[in-house]
Every structure is written in structure tokens, then in C-alpha cells.
């Protein structure tokens, strides 16, 4: 299941300070009957037709592991009282009305169901997943999908610093476990601002220097976006090209141009 793009921009533009975003209390699911799309909206989305006694049915989720979020207790719709024709799509809505509100995330059934008049639709509890977008760290992931569909607090980090490391990270690792390199003038460097958000996707202002370098800092094998100068949390994290592994030398700067850090939840 993906996250559409009302909610890609929303959540990017409440990390990075730039709006903020307020959950909805109560999702819910709507079914549609080819794909919603990225673009999908309240409005339009493919949904079903609003006969036949279809209503939008409310959904819950437990707390996000490994970036991942799924529905904690089978969904029941209505029982139709015409037929509504052949489901293929799901989408999570925040309103119960149909036709309003925004499309948070939306994916395709595990196999298309034609509801005839009488049937009772369900979908299984499990079965309605939502999973990271962009190459975002396992803590910031759950966070927003928390954020998002289950109405926990998450406020915007006050600064962000990008580092480096000398060990290839993935998504598991943190502030504390992220292999930096040790004294020789090696410290992350504040991103002083970003771009608007656009797209679902943003990218740092301004040049941004790390060193220079006083001594050995070995080879970065990938970098990343924190929320603290020190430990924290990775937010972002991405492995260097390895056309651009080299080793960081006494007098070395390691720079980014503006626009060259880019982060995303497209």
C-alpha cells in the first residue's frame, strides 16, 4: 500500500517545519473500483458508487514496526443491498463521508471481488498495510506512520545535520550505532534551511561543508540526515555512489552542493 500524494507532502512539509499537519481521530476505508493513483483525492478516487447501502467503514492500527503499519482487527462493510460491482482498490480516508475529505495511502486488493446485492465485504485483519516511502530510518518511518494513521504525537525536529559514515548503514541503524568518523575535525554539519516541499520531496538550500578534515577520516560509505549534533536519531540515510568513495585526507572538505541533499517520502 502506498502513501498517496496529499499525504507525502503533508507529513514532509511537518518534518521539516514548513506546515503543520493535524491527524485525523478516525480512519477509514473506502473500496474503488480501478486504482485510486497517487493524485487520488476524497473526491476522486474511484470509489465505489454511493448506492446499494456502501458506506466508507472505520479502521484501526497498532503501533509501526520495521516501517510498517497494518490493521489490527478485520474491517467490516456494510452488507450491500444492490450490487456494487467489482472491487479491485482500497484506499484509508479521513473522512467518513463519501466523496470528502483527503486519501492518506491506497493499494490493490490480493484479488479483485465482484459484491453482488447481499454480500457482506470484509478484508482481514493484517491485510491492509501501509509501508515507508523514501529511504526513510526504521525511527523516523514508524513515527510518521504512527503520526499519521494512528494519532500519535510527533513534533518536527528544532535542527538537522547531515554525517557521514564509514560502515554502509540501512534502515535499523541510529544515531548511536551510525560507524562516524572519530576527531580529526569530523563533526555532522547543521542543514540551515530547505527547500519547499514539492512533490513529496525536498533538498538542502544551501552548500553544505563537512571538515575540513585534520587528519584521516578513512572512506564514508554512506551519509545521513539527524536530528541531533550528536547521537539522536538518523532521520534520512543513503549509501555513497561508489564512483564517489574515496578516502577523506588531512585538509579534505566533504561537500554538498545545494539541492544535492534530497530527502523524500515519494
Known amino acids: 500500500m502506498s502513501l498517496s500524494n496529499y499525504a507525502e507532502s503533508a507529513l514532509l512539509q ?8 493535524t491527524p485525523a481521530t478516525t480512519l477509514y476505508v473506502a473500496l474503488a ?6 493524485a487520488a483525492t476524497g473526491a476522486a478516487m474511484n470509489e465505489v458508487a454511493n448506492s446499494g447501502n456502501y458506506a466508507r467503514t472505520a479502521v ?3 503501533a509501526a514496526a520495521s516501517g510498517s503499519i497494518a490493521n489490527s482487527a478485520q474491517v467490516n462493510f456494510p452488507q450491500a443491498s444492490a450490487a456494487w460491482g467489482t472491487v479491485t482498490h482500497y484506499a484509508i480516508v479521513d473522512n467518513a463521508t463519501y466523496g470528502s475529505g483527503n486519501v492518506l495511502a491506497y493499494g490493490a486488493l490480493s484479488a479483485s471481488q465482484t459484491v453482488n446485492a447481499n454480500n457482506t465485504p470484509y478484508i482481514v485483519a493484517g491485510d491492509i498495510t501501509v509501508d515507508r516511502g ?13 503520526f499519521a494513521f494512528r494519532n500519535q504525537a510527533f513534533s518536527a525536529p528544532a535542527n538537522f545535520y547531515v554525517g557521514l559514515s564509514t560502515v554502509t548503514l540501512d534502515q535499523t541503524d541510529t544515531g548511536t550505532s551510525a560507524t562516524e568518523p572519530s576527531g580529526n575535525g569530523y563533526a555532522r554539519t547543521s542543514i540551515t534551511a530547505w527547500d519547499a516541499e514539492s512533490g513529496g520531496a525536498s533538498a538542502n538550500t544551501n552548500q553544505t561543508d563537512i571538515g575540513p578534515a585534520t587528519g584521516s577520516w578513512g572512506t564514508p560509505l554512506s ?3 539527524a536530528d541531533a549534533s550528536t547521537l539522536g536519531n538518523i532521520l534520512f540515510w543513503a ?3 561508489v564512483g564517489d568513495q574515496q578516502a577523506v585526507g588531512n585538509g579534505d572538505t566533504w561537500r ?3 539541492g544535492a541533499i534530497t530527502v523524500s517520502l515519494a
Open 14 to 21: 511537518h518534518l521539516l517545519g514548513q506546515a503543520t499537519y
Open 60 to 62: 484501526t492500527f497498532p
Open 223 to 225: 551519509a545521513f540526515v
Open 239 to 241: 549509501d555513497v555512489p
Open 256 to 258: 554538498y552542493a545545494a
Open 33 to 38: 473500483t480501478a486504482d485510486p493513483t497517487e
Open 134 to 146: 523514501g529511504a526513510l530510518s526504521n525511527y523516523l518511518a514508524n513515527a510518521l506512520l504512527d
